[in-house]
């Protein structure tokens, strides 16, 4: 079993910062690409960024320039750094990560999601 837990959402005012964290733990053999996405009330699931093992970023248009995603594939970990916060970045932000167990099966796993809300 694998399983990724996220850390870090909170309550911060606009023009604030919140660094996301996500660990995965259990029978790893390897993380392929891990990416944030969110959702916000009412609206569907959305790609936020995402990086490959070897470091190779995207992020979605409306956090280009504030938002970076970076990794440390030795703690299995992956970080959201969210500068700029503008309330439209309110929702429940996930981790997801493409595992290969060390079964070698590979699989797409989540995280349960940790609410981050920009308001004043």
């Known amino acids: 079993q694998v399983q990724l837990v996220e850390s870090g959402g909170g309550l911060v005012q606009p023009g604030g910062s919140l660094r996301l964290s996500c660990a995965a733990s259990?029978?790893?053999?390897?993380?392929?690409?891990m990416g944030w996405y969110r959702q916000a009330p009412g609206n569907q699931r959305e790609l936020v960024a995402h990086i490959t093992r070897g470091g190779s970023t995207d992020y979605a248009d409306s956090v280009k320039g504030r938002f970076t995603i970076s990794r440390d594939n030795a703690k299995n970990t992956v970080y959201l750094q969210m500068n700029s916060l503008k309330p439209e970045d309110t929702a429940v932000y996930s981790c997801?990560?493409?595992?290969?167990?060390?079964?070698?099966?590979?699989?797409?796993?989540w995280g349960p999601g940790t609410q981050v809300t920009v308001s004043s």
């Open positions: 997801n990560g493409v595992v290969t167990t060390r079964a070698l099966i590979s699989g797409d796993y």
């Open positions: 259990g029978s790893i053999f390897r993380i392929n690409t």
